[in-house]
């Protein structure tokens, strides 16, 4: 089954993008190639990082500004301004839980103006039985529309739900209303005591080369203005806006009963690597979970296995910046690998979910990230990856303040994976 799935996808790609030769995608092991990955303890200029501060105030900075040049694009909307507001409150499921709907609204300038882009909140609470405590929550992107995440037949329709592969706009239907609730567990989020906010991830910017022209970015790339090599892209855009979630629950913060300091990113498959993203440019986010995020995600690029950069680059050149591109046939030239946009999250928690057959995103590529990002984590004396060596057997959850588990079955995400990371995250909040 997962070498069928793999040919689907091999096959896709070569209709979509036979115009560029892109090798084959490999998914044999043996065919890895020899590569040597950066060390994330050592500076460009050679020196040994071997202290806290030093990692603080010199490395991480590097690092970072490293993977904003060649990787996912420097900032770019810090000139935006927000206006959020709670359209909407109401208990939900019996009693169970509170829904909340906000709108946030983005500008340039001192009031937003009637066409200025908006992107609807929406935010689940177990029912307040929370003693004095707030609660902490998950907070992700979603690929359809809020409407889709459950049910309930209150969640607003997005005004416009975006096909990715035309950028067709076509209405948000009452009829998929819960067509993603497997990927969203409600039940369970609150039965382990969090709270969950969602939005659109199209509301920010519409997934298609070109999309640009219709979310928040086009506040700042007018009269079809392209963006700078190394300016951020889509991602850049969606990282910004779970930033700007946290922004809107800090502010509402005692309304909606939720402590900001307890919020955890949690984000699947593109957004699984947008979340990781999220996580390295804001250390307001406690804990970072991302699901099956493969390559430009928790997958090390250099063992071109699945998904390749060239490949990334080439099926969705609007994801990451311009220069990322120069390493489409030279993955050994990038100054960074991926296991060091996970040490960047250093010292919070991170959790790296793989599934089986998802050899598209490199299982076994996820794995080694976390494994080598485990050096920064002992840096700061944490237990990092918890001595963890090899690949564990599927469904099992290993590790420690950097956690991982490879589900049995193919790319999604399910109860089995929210369980995990939800344990995982009530460990450390
Ligand atoms: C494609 C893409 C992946 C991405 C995935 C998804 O398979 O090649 O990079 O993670 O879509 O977002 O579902």
């Not at 908006?118 to 935010?123: R, S, T």
């Amino acid at each position: 089954m997962k070498h069928v799935l793999f040919l689907i996808c091999t096959l896709f790609s070569f209709v979509l993008f036979a115009a560029e030769t892109v090798a084959p995608p490999n998914d044999d092991e043996s065919k890895v190639p020899k590569f040597e990955l950066p060390d994330p303890l050592v500076m460009a200029d050679g020196r040994k990082v071997d202290s806290v501060k030093m990692w603080t105030e010199q490395r991480r900075p590097e690092l970072l500004k490293l993977f904003q040049e060649h990787v996912y694009g420097k900032p770019t909307l810090t000139e935006i301004n927000m206006k959020a507001e709670i359209f909407e409150t109401a208990p939900v499921f019996d009693g169970k839980g509170i829904r909340y709907q906000l709108q946030l609204v983005f500008f340039k300038g001192e009031q937003p103006l009637q066409n200025d882009p908006k992107v609807d909140f929406l935010i689940y609470t177990p029912a307040r039985k929370n003693g004095n405590k707030k609660f902490p929550i998950f907070l992700g992107l979603n690929f359809m529309g809020n409407h889709t995440i459950n049910a309930d037949p209150e969640i607003r329709l997005a005004q416009t739900i975006w096909n990715r592969s035309n950028g067709q706009q076509l209405p948000a239907k009452d009829e998929e209303r819960g067509k993603q609730s497997r990927r969203w567990q409600l039940e369970t989020i609150f039965a382990h005591g969090f709270a969950v906010g969602t939005a659109y991830y199209g509301d920010f910017e519409p997934d298609f080369n070109g999309g640009i022209k219709h979310g928040v970015r086009r506040l700042i790339y007018k009269n079809g203005e392209t963006p700078n090599p190394d300016d951020g892209n889509a991602i850049a855009t969606w990282a910004w806006g779970l930033g700007k979630m946290l922004d809107a629950v800090t502010e509402f913060q005692d309304k909606l009963n939720i402590d900001p300091k307890k919020a955890c990113l949690v984000g699947h498959s593109r957004l699984g690597k947008t979340s990781l993203w999220a996580g390295a440019i804001d250390e307001r986010f406690s804990v970072v979970v991302s699901n099956d995020s493969g390559c430009g995600g928790s997958a090390l690029s250099r063992r071109e296995f699945g998904e390749t950069v060239h490949r990334i680059n080439n099926s969705f050149p609007h994801w990451f910046c311009g220069n990322f591109k120069k390493y489409n046939r030279n993955v050994n030239a990038l100054p960074v690998d991926q296991h060091e946009l996970v040490a960047l999250i250093a010292p919070r928690p991170v959790y790296i979910a793989s599934a089986s057959e998802d050899l598209w995103a490199d299982p076994q590529g996820e794995f080694l990230s976390a494994f080598y990002a485990d050096p920064v984590y002992r840096l700061f004396e944490t237990d990092g990856f918890g001595g963890v060596t090899e690949m564990p057997p599927v469904n099992q959850s290993v590790g420690n303040r950097i956690g991982y588990h490879r589900r049995e079955g193919k790319h999604d995400i399910i109860e089995f994976d929210w369980i995990q990371f939800l344990k995982f995250a009530q460990k450390y909040l």
